[in-house]
């Protein structure tokens, strides 16, 4: 087939089989979906500055007055603090105390104070200060507690009185028959024994302070023997593992004259002895005892 086209142009067809393939298009709806901006909205808190605390002091005398007192008893201890409403009250380098008499009291750098013996001492009071350990410390706390300390420079004295505490009289007995010594604050226990023939009353062993720390006793049925000591694991040992009954605080340990132990090896009763009698501790180690050293303390 000839076909005549304008402007002279001559196509040639020839016959052509041509097989239509219909071809499906697969049309895909494609959402294209726009995050939205996420607002962030940023705060930003300004941090008000830090405003020091002035504590002014009177020569560093404040303190709590429940934790130290004018008036002490020997062998009483405890801490010395600031005052509740003050903004040292969680500072325990902040006492420098000058003692007249240390050997009546004595203080720690932590305020820690004991009572030694009966007497009289001055206590000045103050802030640590120079070079020392406990200045050094105070101002590390000074600086956590953001405290700005005046102080007056006024020296404050109290005169401090330390006396014995009230006693009680500890009773002496002995028994011939089980070679034990008995002791006891009670009067009434001490006439009972005495009175049913337990044994003998030899006198006044010592003074037992009426606070302090205690002396405990135990019993042990099988030996028939009383035991004392001030030892608290003692007592658990004994009472736990070789059959001897607690009977709970006969008396309290305290103030500074010795009352020494001894053990003998030999006798199932009444084994330990007790004395303030140094005489008595020297004979006693010649007959077959061995000294334990000191048990407890009395007056």
């Given at each position: 087939m000839l076909l005549i086209l304008g402007a002279g142009i001559l196509i040639n067809f020839h016959k052509l089989q041509v097989t239509a393939v219909k071809t499906?298009?697969?049309?895909?709806?494609?959402?294209?979906?726009?995050?939205?901006?996420?607002?962030?909205?940023?705060?930003?808190?300004?941090?008000?500055?830090?405003t020091k605390v002035t504590?002014?002091?009177?020569?560093?005398?404040?303190?709590?007055l429940t934790t130290f007192k004018e008036k002490l008893?020997?062998?009483?201890?405890?801490?010395?603090?600031?005052?509740?409403?003050?903004?040292?009250?969680?500072?325990?380098?902040?006492?420098?105390?000058?003692?007249?008499?240390p050997s009546v009291l004595s203080f720690d750098e932590e305020g820690n104070w004991t009572a030694h013996k009966a007497g009289k001492?001055?206590?000045?009071?103050?802030?640590?200060?120079?070079?020392?350990?406990?200045?050094?410390?105070?101002?590390?706390?000074?600086?956590?507690?953001?405290?700005?300390?005046?102080?007056k420079d006024v020296a404050v004295t109290m005169t401090i009185t330390v006396v014995e505490p009230?006693?009680?009289?500890?009773?002496?007995?002995?028994?011939?028959?089980?070679?034990?010594?008995?002791y006891t604050a009670s009067l009434h226990e001490k006439d009972t024994l005495v009175d049913i023939g337990w044994g003998f009353y030899e006198g006044i062993a010592w003074q037992a302070p009426s606070k302090g720390i205690p002396v405990y006793r135990l019993y042990n049925p099988i030996l028939k023997d009383h035991h004392y000591t001030?030892?608290?694991?003692?007592?658990?040992?004994?009472?736990?593992?070789?059959?001897?009954?607690?009977?709970?605080?006969a008396w309290y340990s305290g103030s500074t004259k010795k009352v020494h132990r001894l053990f003998h090896k030999g006798l199932t009763s009444g084994s330990h002895h007790y004395t303030l009698d140094e005489n008595e501790v020297k004979v006693l180690q010649t007959r077959g005892w061995n000294y334990e050293g000191i048990a407890w303390y009395g007056q």
């Open positions: 499906e298009t697969s049309t895909v709806s494609e959402t294209t979906t726009v995050q939205e901006p996420i607002i962030v909205s940023e705060t930003t808190t300004e941090q008000e500055p830090v504590y002014s002091s009177v020569g560093g005398s404040e303190y709590e008893v020997v062998g009483e201890k405890g801490q010395i603090r600031r005052p509740q409403n003050s903004p040292l009250k969680d500072s325990i380098y902040s006492f420098a105390m000058t003692v007249s008499d001492t001055d206590v000045t009071f103050g802030f640590p200060s120079g070079d020392s350990a406990q200045a050094k410390k105070f101002n590390e706390e000074l600086t956590k507690l953001n405290v700005e300390l005046e102080v009230e006693s009680q009289v500890m009773y002496r007995l002995y028994n011939p028959n089980n070679k034990e010594h008995f001030l030892d608290q694991h003692e007592v658990r040992v004994l009472s736990s593992q070789h059959g001897w009954k607690e009977e709970g605080i």
